[in-house]
């Protein structure tokens, strides 16, 4: 999608019904960064579920929002085993899993480690749903570590590290193939993550974001959103994720699924290569 088309058209449409950023922001259910940032064009791959709220807050249907602004589908590659979309996980699949951020609150605040990751995991499921802000799961931690100042957000971004094998994996499949992200994921992370390059920065066909969802992995609204998303049939669709859970709950539904290893790296990648083999006629 054209981010400066679609930044034009929010701000058109939001004007036409008289709204402010705020005004909009409170009736989507958005953030005013995550707004701004997309009336400015700044995010490329804003995901569908945030126009959809935006659309629904303006009273407008996603096609009256957004006009021709959408281009069709390019035609891509369909591998030998018939895949056509990727999905990639995010945590401990393109980045590094984030536990030395518990380590790095324990150091600052002298609390220990294993009482923050209790903590952590306690609400993690709820704000990964959308059902809890990230405001209010910092001021969680910061009456449990008895420090005000806590953002877990800066914590998590500071923590974790990009598998680089993974990144390059998803430069070439976004070539060939349909490309997406399917997080159990806090809100608003996504777009900083792929600011701060944490993230490949590429034209994602769709962005699966838990919090927007309302539902988290391996639960079964989280998968059939994902693949209303992509646009495919099941079968033509591949699961990259880190989770034995995760990945045989979308094996369920008829999904192609890759495990990964991100402490072996380079031996999923070939995987996943091997698995997205194509020929000439399968364009």
Known sequence: MNEEALAKALQSARKKSGLTQQDLCN????????????????????????????????????????????????????????????????NGCLVRFFHRAFTRLAEATGKPADMIETTFWHYNDAVCRGEMSIEEFNAILAEQLDDPTIDWRSYYLDAV???????????????????????????????????KKLLPDVAYDAIVDSSEVKAIKPEREIFQAAASLADFDTPELLLIDDSRANIMAAERLGWRVLWFDDYRPAESVQRVRDALRFDDKSL
């Open 161 to 195: 590290e990009p598998i680089e094998e993974m990144h390059e994996l998803v430069l070439w499949a976004q070539e060939h193939y349909h490309i997406g992200l399917l997080s159990n994921i806090m809100p608003d992370f996504i777009p900083q993550m792929i600011e």
């Open 27 to 90: 009736k989507a259910g958005l953030s005013y960064s995550t707004l701004a940032k997309i009336e400015r064009g700044a995010i490329k791959a804003p995901s569908i579920f945030t126009i959809h709220a935006i659309a629904d807050a303006l009273g407008m249907t996603l096609n009256e929002l957004l006009g021709g602004i959408i281009p069709d589908k390019p035609k891509k590659k369909q591998s030998q085993t018939g895949i056509r979309f990727v999905y990639f996980d995010i």
